[in-house]
């Protein structure tokens, strides 16, 4: 897995390339954890390079949404890959993340 950040008008983007699973979603949380302490109010990650993601994974993400939500701020999802918007929909997550088809769509709320 490999993740890219980058600063723009809106918040923080974050790009994720690969899995996030047992063997690594503590690399995925703790560079997550480096935007809380830096304050970020908006993060938009790009998961169009996303290719799998475990339950691990989606606790990590689940964590992310109420942090973002406790200060108030955004947690944005956007250009999920078919596999990953379906584990979404039939784990019931697609209602409690904000998730986009384009990043376009994600950056304009």
């Known amino acids: 897995m ?7 008008a809106q918040g923080t983007l ?7 699973d ?6 995925f949380e703790q560079a997550v954890n480096q935007l809380f302490e830096e304050k970020v109010t908006a993060i938009y990650l ?6 799998y993601i475990s339950s691990s994974g989606l606790r ?6 109420k942090k973002m939500m ?3 701020g955004k947690f944005l999802l956007f250009a999920m890959q078919p596999t990953i918007k379906e584990i979404f929909d039939i ?3 697609s209602t409690i993340f904000n998730i986009y088809d384009t990043e376009e ?5």
């Open 91 to 93: 784990s019931g997550f």
């Open 2 to 8: 490999k993740i890219s950040t980058k600063s723009i």
């Open 22 to 27: 047992t063997t690594n979603y503590n690399e």
């Open 14 to 20: 974050v790009a994720i390339d690969g899995r996030i």
């Open 70 to 72: 406790g200060t108030g």
């Open 105 to 109: 769509a994600a950056l304009q709320n």
């Open 46 to 51: 790009d998961c169009s390079k996303l290719n």
């Open 60 to 65: 990590v993400f689940l964590t992310i949404q």
